[in-house]
């Protein structure tokens, strides 16, 4: 008889419970980042418009979203303060919804090539100062090989930043998943 009781608590209070549809990015079988109802998300339509916004409502892979700009002003004594203007619904597919950006990359500065490149430009303004106060030649024959690295150095730097992918384009690798909350 206490089993039923507990049983039949369970089950109410388990349709009282507010469980939340939600939208996950998945890298095919790994799963990135998920988003809920009440979250804020930045995603790039098909028309490849960026849009900040907070997510009202995911309902049958549609999201409800309310854009939002957030931007310093300057108040009346000229001290910055922080305003956030939202503006109307937005209703959109999960299809439609062309990329996300990366927000949490690890080594970033390396991934991306500034690192290689932030230290090839710095060696060689370093060398040619070195070299100039030195009265020697800038191009000579003992200085070449480490103009040559320094500029080696740089490309590669430039070679990953340009290679760098800086969003999760949807498609082939990436892609969104609606999961629902209701039992099917």
């Known amino acids: 008889m206490n089993c039923c009781k507990l049983l039949i608590i369970f089950i109410f209070i388990t349709k009282l419970s507010n469980a ?3 939208i996950v990015l998945k890298d095919r079988r790994k799963v990135i980042e998920t988003w809920f109802a009440g979250q804020n998300i930045q995603v790039q339509l098909k028309n490849k418009q ?3 916004a ?8 549609s999201l409800s979203l309310r854009p939002f700009v957030t931007q310093v002003l300057a108040n009346r004594w000229g001290m910055p303060y922080v305003d956030t203007t939202f503006y109307g619904i937005m209703n959109t597919s999960a ?3 062309n990329a996300l950006p990366k927000t949490h990359e690890s080594l970033l500065y390396v991934r991306n090539g500034f690192i290689f ?4 430009a710095g060696y060689l303004i370093l060398n040619l100062t070195n070299t100039l ?4 030649p800038f191009f000579g024959k003992d200085n070449l090989p480490n103009i040559v690295i320094a500029a080696g150095v740089f490309a590669a730097g430039t070679l990953l930043h340009a290679l760098h992918k800086s969003t999760f384009v949807i498609g082939k690798k990436y892609h ?5 909350s209701k039992p099917s």
């Open 95 to 97: 299809a439609d919804i």
């Open 50 to 52: 960026w849009i900040n």
């Open 117 to 120: 490149q932030a230290g090839g």
């Open 20 to 22: 939340q549809d939600i």
């Open 54 to 61: 907070l997510i009202n409502k995911i309902q049958n892979d």
């Open 133 to 136: 106060s030195a009265d020697e």
């Open 176 to 180: 969104l998943e609606y999961i629902s």
